[in-house]
């Protein structure tokens, strides 16, 4: 801002400092110097681009001519408001170390970004400052405090967002990117408890004005409130919010609002119940109120859709004829004819369930100012791409995205599935992702989190499949938005066995364009879409055509890229200057992907493993000798049967024995080409300074790759290799492998029994092995082949005689042999360590003959 209203704001708050009560003159020109001051910031904040640009052109020489009073004024600011700075040093480090280096860099274009960013927090400051000063006066109006508070959030929000963030992150803005301007201004906000309290409670009062002897409606307040906690929702703990607000009747006033109410208090209160029900104790306590509630939210996006799209013809139109006005015009005289006769029928959804009530009537006509504002929000630019829905001015998308989110927190609970199908919400999600544009999915996105919150009732499931749905969700356009809702969507498909059969019942090409969609996916959006594709192949690699697909369109090194690229697996980012990069969020979120992937390649193998060996089963037509295995496999199997540990290991022991010493296969192959076994073996050694809860199974998942793949010899070789660790020491794979046998990572007897596991097949590995056919080769016969082969041989075997012994092997395998817990598994345990130690035992003897 000019420094001339930064004088009148510093003169203004010394006045209310020395005086408490002010002149009704000095008021009106203080509020009409903050209402400059706002207005000026939200014009500069909603600039286009090509404004922007110009204006920086226009003004390069004035920067450049005042810098050196620029540099000078916060300065002096900073002295007047010190106090503050000091209470909220800690707050704004981060923040203010980055426009440090910024004002340094010498840039002008980062230079006024700066210096716009702390001209918006003295602004907050100030406004608070003064609702200090002034709420406790008689018959005092925070209007105005709140709808400049709204603007605030609201611009800084649309930069936040503009930033493209992870739709899914949950986490406070601040957390999630601390540069944000946005984060920080939550963050000072929140420190005002007493206005935080005013807000949640007082400012939700239908009576707030007559408590205080005001004859003035509380409507515009209640709006306003309702506006600005969605805006600052997002830094929020829901629970300990409206856990608060359920004793003293708030949130019965929100439900009487969204049930009944005018727009856009309507819709902001539908928003505000979206956020309760997250909290399950809520949604319980309320499950009357929403018994009600569902079925008329229901009803009133059938009657959103069906005016929608009776101006999509218009629309299309307009884009060679005529203006976007004349679209929004349509829309507006269905609004028209709804209020006077019956809601009409949507061309493609006749039979949706409108009626022709009172209620409907009202809605209809309630409906009129949403659309519009919705004349403005139709893009005339084919560049046009919108990143998210604003919450005001409230539009027809804002109302259907709030009343989205309320039935999504819903979707989950089976009291209400009987309503979404006596409603047509199959239909209603249809309608909705029919024909999208790419440059707009922002609806389509909450839609399908909508739809995943229904696909886990397996009857919703089969029919969405029945329906065509898995064919509508793979024409959602990529990228968009709605990417991140289809991977919600398919990751909760492949969670019900029963609609993955249907589609794997399909034809091929459609079960191929899936498998496409998701490796998409994995390779281009956010982590938590990465995160729900790999969790859907993790699920649906039991399914023969959806291995085949996933291996013939090179699915494995796509899955190994989401982790190799990952700053806590490389042990050369230590010597970077980008290590501060890597805060304690990004490691979660890290460990977190590198669990889903550890569970993805496990069950991966796991599948190869189990077709080949029925493969073999088949081959040497050994089903009626092992009657254990003939009830898990059949000729043609097309589900990979859940096999149990013994069950597994015993069959891998049968593979090692009809393997021959140099022998290939395909999956094991590929993964060592991609150094997938040296990246699993770093993974083991790294979860020592790991502290997360999925650790266990990160580590359990490693090392059950690791035994599928022993039955290829030639993984020995890697594991007797040496691994470079974060602190530049080196290790061996073995090393690993027995410290995660030891406990000394975790405790877990599922992980000491993997761990043993591996160090079994590769000490107990038989010497003597039979080819592919039904011949024995025995080292020792006197062709060259047999020769190399038995030199090759005891080359591996010395290798491992001397790794696993040189690391405390012996010992390790004693002190195994003693356990006495868990009860449960201590047999299994003693038992896998005196078998890894009678191998050992053998391969030293073999040894020792051989010298």
Known sequence: MSEGSGSENAAGAAAAAETEAATDAAAEAEAATEAALMAEAVAVAYQSEDEEEADAEEDQDADAAGDRDQEEEPAEQQDEVDPEAEEEADAEGDAMSVENESDSGGNPEETAAADRRQATKKELTQIIDKWEQQQTQNGYDPVPTLRSLAEIFEREKDVYRRKDPDPLDSRHPYRADPSCQYGLLLKLLFRRDTFMGKLLNDYLRENYFSRQNVSRSSLELNILACRLILEIMPGMETSAVFQTAEGDGTINRIYSWAEDSIEPLQSYATGLLAEAMEVSDIAINFRDQNMRLVPKMIKRLHMLLAISKSATP???????????????????????????????????????????????????????????????????????????????PPTADTSQMLIMRFLTSLGEYQEFLAMAFENNVMQLIFGYLENLDRRDTCLAYEVLKYLASLLCHKKFALEFISHGGLELLLKVPRPSLATTGVSIAIYYLAYCEDAMERICSMQRPLISELVRYALWILGRCH?????????????????????????????????????????????????????????????????????????????????????????????????????????????????????????????????????????????????????????????????????????????????????????????????????????????????????????????????????????????????????????????????????????????????????????????????????????????????????????????????????
């Not at 061309?347 to 504002?373: C, R």
């Not at 496990?602 to 073999?616: D, I, Q």
């Not at 010899?713 to 410290?739: A, H, I, N």
């Open 314 to 392: 218009d629309a299309n139109t307009s884009q060679h004829n005529q203006s976007a006005d004349s679209s929004a015009a349509g829309m507006l005289s269905w609004v028209a004819c709804a209020s006077n006769a019956s809601a009409p029928q949507s061309p493609q959804h006749n039979g949706s369930g409108l009626g022709a009530s009172s209620s409907q009537h009202g809605d209809a006509s309630n409906m009129s100012i949403l659309f519009e504002n919705s004349r403005d929000a139709f893009p005339v630019s084919r560049y046009y791409k919108r990143m998210y829905i604003p919450l005001h």
């Open 527 to 851: 982590d938590s879409s990465k995160c729900h594709a790999t969790m859907f192949f993790s699920l649906s690699f039991q399914f023969k055509v959806i291995l085949e697909e996933f291996d013939a369109q090179d699915g494995l090194r796509k899955l190994y890229n989401v982790i190799s690229v990952l700053k806590i697996l490389d042990p050369s980012h230590n010597d970077s200057d980008n290590d501060s990069e890597i805060n304690e969020d990004v490691e979660c979120a890290s460990r977190q992907m590198v669990r889903h992937v550890c569970v993805a390649l496990k069950r991966y193998m796991e599948a190869h493993f189990f077709y080949k060996y029925n493969s073999f089963l088949c081959q040497h037509n050994a089903a009626s000798s092992s009657p254990s295995s003939a009830h898990f496999f059949s000729q043609n199997p097309t589900v990979a049967a859940k096999l149990t540990f013994d069950q597994l290991h015993d069959q891998i022991r049968t593979l090692q024995e009809h393997t021959s010493i140099r022998a290939h296969w395909q999956p094991v192959d590929q993964l060592m080409k991609l150094g997938g076994i040296t990246m699993l073996l770093r993974i083991i050694a790294f979860s020592y300074d790991w502290v997360n809860s999925g650790r266990s199974e990160t580590v359990r998942s490693a090392l059950d790759v690791l035994s599928v793949c022993c039955i290829i010899p030639r993984v020995y070789v890697v594991l007797c290799e040496r691994l470079l660790m974060l602190d530049k020491t080196t290790t061996s794979g073995f090393c690993s492998v027995l410290g995660a046998a030891a406990g000394e990572i975790t405790s877990d007897a599922e992980v000491l029994k993997s761990a043993l596991a591996v160090l079994c097949h590769c000490v107990c590995s038989p010497i003597i092995r039979k080819d592919s056919g039904t011949s024995l080769i025995k080292f020792g016969n006197s062709s060259r082949k047999n020769k190399a082969n038995h030199k090759y041989a005891e080359e591996l075997i010395e290798r491992v005689w001397e790794s696993v012994c040189s690391n405390n092997g012996i010992v390790v395998l004693l002190s195994l042999m003693q356990t006495k817990g868990p009860i449960t598994d201590a047999d299994c345990i003693r038992g896998m360590a005196c078998r890894a130690l009678a191998g050992l035992g053998a391969l030293g003897s073999g040894q020792a003959d051989r010298q």
